[in-house]
T-cell receptor, first 115, second 114 residues
Framework: ETGVTQTPRHLVMGMTNKKSLKCEQH?????MYWYKQSAKKPLELMFV???????ENNSVPSRFSPECPNSSHLFLHLHTLQPEDSALYLC??????????????FGSGTQLSVL | KQEVTQIPAALSVPEGENLVLNCSFT??????LQWFRQDPGKGLTSLLL?????REQTSGRLNASLDKSSGRSTLYIAASQPGDSATYLC?????????????FGPGTSLSVIP
């Protein structure tokens, strides 16, 4: 148990559906991240939030919409996805106090299948 | 642009063997390097983190080394066990801010045969 909880664990959706992924951490961390892991590809950073402010958006299509209502919760809203968006979506958090020895803590991920 | 590679892509060893996993990166300007373990369909678990000023870190049967100038890190696993079977990823954290520029390697898939 890393202290980062993601729900749901598995999600199957059609291309016209709207769904949301949820991430929660109670580690007192200030930064939260969404990553995408596709088969045979390295992890891709999608979004970064520091102190609830989005600081990074790595050219992610607008059909992915993040929301960070507070420093403990992070959502990824999904709308009109494509089959190629099927992947494991991972949430992570870090303390982000400027120290060089702080670690990334990951949730267990949401395995998303778009039909 | 930072690029991270890991060799080998897959490795199969008999139980009890010592083994070395390799991670290479192209830009030596890093804050730290972290090694992770990932079980199939699961999230990543942090194993070891080496700061840019350090040469190695140890935890139990694991030892990670860092040579910034040559852009290399190794993860040494002693006396491997079937429970060590997983994918091992290295992640290089760039010089900007905390984890905004972290780049992951593609991973090494390890199988330890009983």
């Amino acid at each position: 148990e890393t202290g980062v909880t993601q729900t749901p664990r598995h999600l199957v959706m059609g291309m016209t559906n709207k769904k949301s992924l949820k991430c929660e951490q109670h580690l007192g961390h200030n930064a939260m991240y969404w990553y995408k892991q596709s088969a045979k590809k390295p992890l891709e950073l999608m979004f970064v939030y520091n102190f609830k402010e989005q600081t990074e958006n790595n050219s992610v299509p607008s059909r992915f919409s993040p929301e960070c209502p507070n420093s403990s919760h992070l959502f990824l809203h999904l709308h009109t996805l494509q089959p190629e968006d099927s992947a494991l979506y991972l949430c992570a958090s870090s303390l982000d106090d400027g120290a060089t020895n702080e670690k990334l803590f990951f949730g267990s991920g949401t395995q998303l299948s778009v039909l | 642009k930072q690029e991270v590679t890991q060799i080998p892509a897959a490795l199969s060893v008999p139980e009890g063997e010592n083994l070395v996993l390799n991670c290479s990166f192209t830009d030596s300007a890093i804050y730290n390097l972290q090694w992770f373990r990932q079980d199939p369909g699961k999230g990543l678990t942090s194993l070891l983190l080496i700061q840019s000023s350090q040469r190695e870190q140890t935890s139990g049967r694991l030892n990670a080394s860092l040579d910034k100038s040559s852009g290399r890190s190794t993860l040494y696993i002693a006396a491997s066990q079937p429970g060590d079977s997983a994918t091992y990823l290295c992640a290089v954290n760039g010089m900007k801010t905390s984890y905004d520029k972290v780049i992951f390697g593609p991973g090494t898939s390890l199988s330890v045969i009983p």
